[in-house]
């Protein structure tokens, strides 16, 4: 029989309240792997009014900043210990290579090292006022309960990313984990107990987006909503959460420029469009979609893309030799087809790839794809494709190709190839999108901030900044003069 795995709430694991189970399936083989619980509106209740529960107990309360600090490099171990077993599930779940998950079950812990650094230093100040007899200060203080809405793509990544800041404040946290990849979601909240967290510190609801995380978002005892995933549900949460007048930390979609000036190495900049775009088979918010080339080195560019594109070894993401494995569900695969079918009536042209490549596999593979022909006003050029798909388009000058890039409702992230420094400095200060990559592409740290611009994001995260997305400013003001209250109706200050 097909394992069932529940819910993780209170430091156990939980049947469903319905009863149900949903199945999740391995996209490289079609097998059933595991059941995981169906969320419903009672198992979020009961997981909130746990996370509440811990976070008002005198023990949460009292774990000072160096012991919460602790716990967090505990975890870190945690994770590493278990770095094996987590690269496997989530490469089996969501079809991501197992050599890309082990690279970054490496740097997850450091995550959670970063963090635990943090924990003790969520400081205020001291504020200076005009008035000498009274002294101010604020402190930053933790939020409550967390809840954590995370997609399929990266998902010990991108929801540790929110975990890691959201703990090392004091919250505690409900995570909703995508249907499409609950496990290693259920098994990292498992490994906070293991870790020495309190039970009830961090929950996990698995389900779907329309119950368990619309009843998440909309649960009145949540602080704090910290979603990633697409740009449609971020706004719907958003106005949620807005009409409850509670924040939220938005990490969305993108579509990002990838630019190839004619002074580039461009070899180089070939692998970092390659990199850009069929790493992850494309499925990552910073997918370098729309790359521009300048048209002295397009015919040299486009060969270099599409010659390395047809030689990607596709196949089982367990296999260390796989370049390219499924996309991660069905949905998926026939929404990038149907991209390519729209690109094509738009008038672009499939310069290579396209096609289901020739392999056993039953899953949902699909050759790296380039389009050629396209336009920035295509829809293919417009909208988050999130597949292997790069439409690759000739510019003539800097101002051009400056307006191009910043055409386009998204701002996460954009890529510029370029030996004159000048060059790459002006571009890095014109480009609107929140991560800039000169001569690379796809770097990352939980060091450096991210912030999507316009329609990829609102908040902050990785970085110091971050900690303030998990906290409240508090100003607190001491009257240091035992004299009498002069005029009560003069506001002091
Ligand atoms: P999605 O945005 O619908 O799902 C992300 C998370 O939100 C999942 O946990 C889902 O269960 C939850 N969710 C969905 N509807 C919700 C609602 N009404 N209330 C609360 N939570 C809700 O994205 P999905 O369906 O997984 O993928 C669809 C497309 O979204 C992709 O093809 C891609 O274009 C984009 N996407 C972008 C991501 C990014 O990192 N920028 C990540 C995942 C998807
Ligand atoms: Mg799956």
């Not at 800041?165 to 909703?176: D, H, Q």
């Not at 609801?205 to 995380?213: N, P």
Request: proline content about 5%; some cysteine; charged content about 20%.
């Amino acid at each position: 029989m097909t394992e069932r795995i529940g819910h993780f709430i209170d430091g156990e694991y939980r049947e469903p309240s319905g009863g149900r189970y949903f199945e999740s399936t391995n996209p490289a083989t079609l097998e059933v792997l595991y059941e995981a619980a169906r969320g419903n509106q009672e198992d979020v209740r009961i997981a909130v009014d746990a996370a509440r529960r811990t976070f008002e107990s005198n023990a949460w309360q009292r774990t000072t900043p160096t012991q919460r600090g602790h716990l967090l490099r505990r975890l870190g171990d945690a994770v590493a210990a278990n770095a094996e077993e987590l690269a496997r599930f989530e490469s089996l779940d969501n079809g991501k290579l197992l050599r890309e998950m082990r690279g970054q079950l490496k740097s997850l812990p450091e995550y959670l090292y970063y963090y635990a650094g943090l924990a003790d230093k969520v400081q205020g100040s001291q504020i200076p006022t005009n008035s000498p007899e009274m002294l101010n200060f604020t402190q930053r203080e933790a939020l409550g309960v967390v809840g954590a809405i995370t997609p399929w793509n990266s998902p010990l990544t991108l929801t540790v990313s929110k975990l890691a800041p959201a703990l090392a404040a004091g919250n505690t946290m409900v995570i909703k984990p995508s249907e499409y990849t609950s496990r290693t979601i259920l098994r990292l909240a498992e490994l906070t107990v293991e870790a020495g967290f309190p039970a009830g510190a961090v929950n996990a609801v698995a389900g779907f987006g329309g119950e368990a995380g619309a009843a998440l978002v909309d649960n009145p005892r949540i602080a704090k909503i910290s979603f990633t995933g697409s740009t449609k549900t971020g706004s719907a949460i958003a106005a949620s959460a807005a009409s409850r007048f509670i924040g939220c930390t938005l990490e969305l979609g993108g579509k990002s420029p990838n630019i190839v000036f004619e002074d580039a190495d461009v070899p180089n900049a070939a692998m970092g469009v390659v990199a850009g775009i069929f790493a992850a088979a494309g499925q990552t918010c910073i997918a370098g979609s729309r790359v521009f080339a300048h048209r002295s080195v397009y015919d040299e560019l486009l060969e270099r893309v599409s010659e390395r594109a047809s030689s990607i070894k596709i196949g089982d993401p367990l296999d260390d030799g796989t370049e390219l494995g499924p996309l991660a569900f069905e949905d998926q695969l026939v929404k990038v087809r149907s991209y390519i079918e729209l690109g094509v009536s738009e008038g672009a042209s499939v310069h290579s790839g396209g096609e289901r490549p020739d392999i056993e596999l039953p899953g949902y593979f699909l050759q790296p794809t380039v389009l050629t022909e396209a336009t920035n006003e295509m829809r293919v050029c417009r909208e988050e494709i999130f597949g292997p798909v790069a439409a690759i388009m000739p510019f003539d000058t800097e101002d051009e190709v400056l307006h191009l890039a910043n055409d386009t409702n998204y701002g996460l992230a954009a890529g510029v190839w370029t030996s004159n420094l000048q060059r790459a400095m002006r571009m890095a200060q014109r480009l609107e999108a929140g991560t800039i990559w000169l001569n690379t592409y796809r770097a990352m740290s939980p060091m450096s901030p991210r912030q999507g611009f316009k329609e990829s994001g609102v908040g902050v995260e990785h970085g110091l900044e971050s900690m303030n997305e998990y906290t409240r400013l508090k100003s607190i003001w001491i009257n240091t003069d035992e004299g009498p209250v002069a005029d009560p109706f003069v506001m002091r200050g």
